[in-house]
T-cell receptor, first 107, second 112 residues
């Protein structure tokens, strides 16, 4: 079952550009919307998360935008850097994750 | 910081062997999870546990079992390893199910 649908599968961005990854969910009972970052050979690590009582959360260059009516939330990476190259996962249901987005930031 | 430790980084096993993957967390988390990660398929939930001696099947439990005898330790067991179980296995823990997870570094298992 696909409880969260993540797009795109892969993304290539120039250094300094904005990376945008989207996630759509189905269950309106969800109350926690995290993004995880995974580097090759490592486990995923919690990057940033939002609860549905706010529409946006910013931590440094990373921002989550949350659209409750559309049942979507997005990760925005401002001023993308080569060190941001990783796979990103959303999760909007307990224990289930999106399929992942492989981000490549070209120098 | 919470630490989740997976006992083996790389493992090579033969078809038919019984395989044990161990996971230990050091922050008294109630919840522990086992996932496998395959290219293009993301993270798929195998089993999870909310408490000691408690276990629940995830989305792909076939061919696997788990054990949680102590709160800090959650073991994944491949009863009879098969080549289609070659994968990256990730253990995670969380304080609450709807809070963030802490993942281990993973065990890359190859079944030959």
């Amino acid at each position: 079952q696909q409880q969260v649908k993540q797009s795109p599968q892969s993304l290539i961005v120039q250094k300094g550009g904005i990376s945008i990854i989207n996630c759509a969910y189905e269950n309106t009972a969800f109350d926690y919307f995290p993004w995880y970052q995974q580097f090759p050979g490592k486990g995923p690590a919690l990057l940033i998360a939002i609860r549905p009582d706010v529409s946006e959360k910013k931590e440094g260059r990373f921002t989550i935008s949350f659209n409750k009516s559309a049942k979507q939330f997005s990760l925005h990476i401002m001023d993308s850097q080569p060190g941001d190259s990783a796979t990103y996962f959303c999760a909007a249901i307990d224990m289930r994750f999106g399929a992942g987005t492989r981000l490549t930031v070209k120098p | 910081d919470v630490k989740v430790t997976q006992s083996s980084r790389y493992l090579v096993k033969r078809t038919g062997e019984k395989v044990f993957l161990e996971c230990v967390q050091d922050m008294d988390h109630e919840n522990m999870f086992w996932y496998r990660q395959d290219p293009g398929l993301g993270l798929r939930l195998i089993y999870f546990s909310y408490d000691v001696k408690m276990k629940e099947k995830g989305d792909i439990p076939e061919g696997y079992s788990v054990s949680r005898e102590k709160k800090e330790r959650f073991s994944l067991i491949l009863e009879s390893a098969s080549t289609n179980q070659t994968s990256m296995y990730l253990c995670a823990s969380s304080l609450r199910v709807s809070y963030g997870y802490t993942f281990g570094s993973g065990t890359r298992l190859t079944v030959v």
